[in-house]
């Protein structure tokens, strides 16, 4: 099964760094970011795991939880959480997912059917595809994926921006443009006629015929 914007994530149960969750029930009622790491003990994602953890806080703000997972053991995690937070200075107190049957991995289709189930022997380029962020909104549906290769690190500001320009366009009828951030200026939908934007919004610049600007509504 291939995942896409707007399918439905997988629901599973796991054991986690955190105890055992039911993933659709964790979730809530906010958004979720799930991160997947190929193996335990390497390099990248030691940095990117310490990462995450120090922008626990940003990602809160926006009603957002965080959750990794790796092909290895839960008991595996907690011996790696404390290199992580040597290493950055972040403590790791978000969960991270035990995934040693492979179950997860292959329900997100980050693993073949055919993969095994279990991590026992299969080294961190058997699990090369297990690189991938899932943005999930409170109606569980995927809002955004990314996929890296393992000697690319991930840019998890890029998600923090993602998510602000998800949050807001689920809340009025706006897109965000290319390297926008918060305050800039966004565009109208060709959904909303131009007396719509303008009660709507009060006014909008037209750039093209088919390109209207606006400045970035409230989100208060």
């Not at 795991?49 to 990794?68: E, H, S, V």
């Not at 595996?76 to 997860?104: C, F, R």
């Not at 998800?166 to 918060?182: D, E, G, R, S």
């Amino acid at each position: 099964m291939s995942l896409r914007i707007n399918d439905t994530a997988p629901d599973f149960k796991a054991d986690t760094t955190e105890g055992p969750i039911s993933f659709h029930d964790w979730i809530g009622d906010g958004y979720a970011v799930l991160f997947s790491h190929p193996k335990d003990f390497t390099p990248v994602c030691t940095t990117e795991l310490g990462y995450m953890a120090g922008l626990k806080a940003d990602f809160a703000q926006r009603n957002a939880k965080m959750i990794g997972i790796s092909v290895d053991p839960v008991e595996n995690h907690h011996k790696w959480k404390a290199d992580i937070e040597q290493l950055s200075g972040n403590k790791v107190d978000y969960p991270m997912i035990g995934d040693p049957t492979l179950a997860v991995a292959k329900l997100y289709d980050m693993l073949p059917a055919g993969a095994g189930d279990s991590s026992e022997g299969r080294t961190p380029a058997d699990n090369a595809t297990v690189r991938s962020v899932f943005v999930i909104g409170p109606d569980k549906k995927v809002k955004l994926t990314l996929t890296y290769p393992m000697s690319t690190g991930r840019n998890f500001d890029e998600i923090l921006r993602a998510l602000d320009s998800i949050q807001l366009t689920a809340k009025y009828q706006v897109a965000t443009p290319v390297q926008w951030k918060q305050g800039d200026d966004v565009i109208v939908t060709a959904a909303v006629s131009d007396e719509d934007a303008i009660k709507r919004f009060g006014s909008f610049e037209r750039v093209l015929p088919y390109l209207r600007k606006t400045k970035q509504p409230t989100t208060h």
